[in-house]
């Protein structure tokens, strides 16, 4: 599938040209946190967004695929390393260090919620290059990915900014994080203004959290999603201001979507009522030893890891023998809608609940020409809903297969998540209306969640101010595609592909 047009007036007026390679050229990516492709739309449409739609009309707006786990975090590994989440190294927002080697005693596991988000930079893929090391002179706002910024040249970082941020975390208040937003805005204008920098990449936090609290529809989450549409207008008419607007390039993406909950499974609860101990957050340590270390993320997906005191990962089948009454405890509960069961690097198992229960398998071999191949193999049933078995697809065919679904991209994001090291012996995706973490764990109670399969989770938008080469299908095409506006050349292995189009970097 191509990516589809985000909201109405959809054909793009190349007033400026095409986008192409441009050595003098500079960027600004505008990351919308937490909005979902059809919001950005309609808000476009009904005149909300004037900068914005402004955008759409010259270059264009298109819906393309986060990465899964569908989360703060672990989704931006895509727009500043090219790589989806798994690859990247955070498979998701809360993760248990098998190993042992980035997390420490006495629970070995990760969190990046809160104050723990300063260990991401240390966690990602240390043999992947960000943009930032790539792009020399880059500044960023707020940037949860940021190795290879200056402290100098990353908005939003000095101690008092952090305290900020702690407050708005801890309090749940949403007005100090729509506050943070607009002071971020300001700043990162006047940063652009007076350095010109070659790449400017900022993200806007406000709207995922107005979401939580009160729904994407919500008064707050559209007030929080003009924010972006004011800082937009500023970079654009300082730009015009000083004869540098035709060399400059301004994207806006999101990282993931929201949607309605209404239950909250809470996994811990359940692995007890199965007469499993556990461990999770907030209390991820226990005196005795833990049957089942519960890792949720958004809090629509989870990991289970199993036995976490092993340090060696296992596969299934070998698991089943004492795991296989719990998988199938799960697979009939309301709230799961997608087990996955990784049987190797390369292979995962998939099993779905409700109408559609059945089981298949999801595998990623290496293609005869280069490159991966992706297959979906059903067992009984039809867990994605493709309609009939799928051989040895590259990834363009895959994402096209998957695109009219309810899981867009579910093949290639299913293979690349299951089949990383820091994975769990078992994910979860969630059911529509439901998240796997009790609401009274969290500072303000969740009425909206994310990180699962579903489209609702997975279609952001991308806006740009001038019409690209090709059609964009990831947020994993982001990094390429800057790389290559700017006369960078594109490392190798990358999960995305440029839509700019003169340099070689096709997906593996």
């Not at 937009?232 to 301004?250: I, K, P, Q, V, Y």
């Not at 979507?257 to 957050?281: I, N, Y």
């Not at 994605?384 to 009219?404: K, V």
Request: proline fraction near 8%; charge should be neutral; include cysteine.
């Amino acid at each position: 599938m191509k990516g589809t047009d985000c909201g109405a007036a959809q054909q793009p007026a190349a007033a400026s040209g095409p986008l192409d390679k441009m050595s003098s050229a500079s960027l600004c990516i505008l990351v919308a946190d937490g909005v979902r492709a059809d919001t950005l739309g309609r808000m476009m449409d009904d005149a909300a967004l004037p900068a914005l739609a402004r955008l759409r009309a010259e270059g264009g707006a298109y819906d393309i695929t986060s990465t899964f786990p569908s989360v703060t975090g672990p989704a931006y590994t895509p727009f500043v390393m090219g790589r989806f989440a798994g690859r990247a190294g955070v498979p998701g927002i809360r993760w248990l260090d098998r190993e042992r080697r980035r997390a420490s005693f006495p629970d070995y596991a990760r969190d990046y919620a809160g104050t723990g988000m300063r260990h991401i930079d240390g966690d990602v893929e240390p043999g992947a290059p960000t943009i930032f090391e790539l792009v020399r002179g880059s500044i960023a706002a707020v940037s949860i990915v940021s190795r290879g910024v200056a402290r100098r040249d990353h908005v939003g970082t000095t101690y008092a900014d952090m305290l900020r941020a702690a407050r708005a975390v801890y309090s749940g208040n949403f007005d100090r994080w729509l506050a943070m937003d607009r002071d971020v805005g300001r700043r990162l204008a006047r940063r652009v203004r007076e350095t010109l920098p070659p790449l400017a990449f900022a993200a806007f936090l406000a709207a995922d959290k107005a979401s939580h609290l009160a729904g994407q529809d919500s008064a707050i989450a559209r007030e929080a999603i003009a924010v972006v549409d004011d800082v937009a207008a500023e970079l654009r008419a300082d730009a015009e201001r000083a004869g540098r607007w035709e060399s400059t390039h301004l994207w806006v993406v999101s990282d993931h979507g929201h949607s309605p909950v209404t239950g909250h499974d809470d996994l811990v609860e359940v692995m007890r009522s199965l007469r499993h101990r556990t461990v999770a957050h907030p209390r991820p340590y226990s005196a005795r030893p833990a049957d089942v270390a519960v890792m949720v993320s958004g809090n629509a997906m989870a990991h289970l890891y199993l036995d976490p005191a092993r340090r060696a990962r296992e596969w299934w089948p070998a698991l089943g023998e004492r795991w296989g009454a719990l998988v199938e405890a799960l697979v009939s509960r309301e709230s799961v809608d997608l087990v996955l069961l990784p049987h190797s690097p390369t292979r995962t198992e998939l099993r779905a609940g409700g109408p559609r229960r059945g089981a298949a398998f999801v595998t990623a071999e290496p293609g005869p020409g280069g490159g991966t191949r992706y297959s979906y193999l059903p067992e009984s049933g039809d867990p994605l809903g493709l309609g009939a078995e799928l051989r040895a697809l590259p990834p363009d065919e895959a994402y096209d297969a998957c695109a009219p679904t309810d899981y867009p991209d579910a093949m290639v994001q299913i293979a690349q998540l299951a089949g990383a090291p820091r994975s769990g012996d078992v994910i979860l995706s969630a059911a529509r209306g439901w998240d796997f973490r009790a609401s009274r764990y969290e500072r303000v109670p969740h009425v909206s969640s994310h990180g699962a399969l579903h489209r609702e989770h997975m279609l952001v938008p991308l806006l740009l101010s001038r019409p690209p080469a090709r059609t964009p299908r990831r947020t994993a095409d982001v990094m390429p595609s800057a790389l290559e506006l700017l006369g960078v050349p594109v490392p190798p292995g990358l999960d995305g592909a440029s839509f700019v189009g003169t340099q070689s970097s096709a997906p593996r």
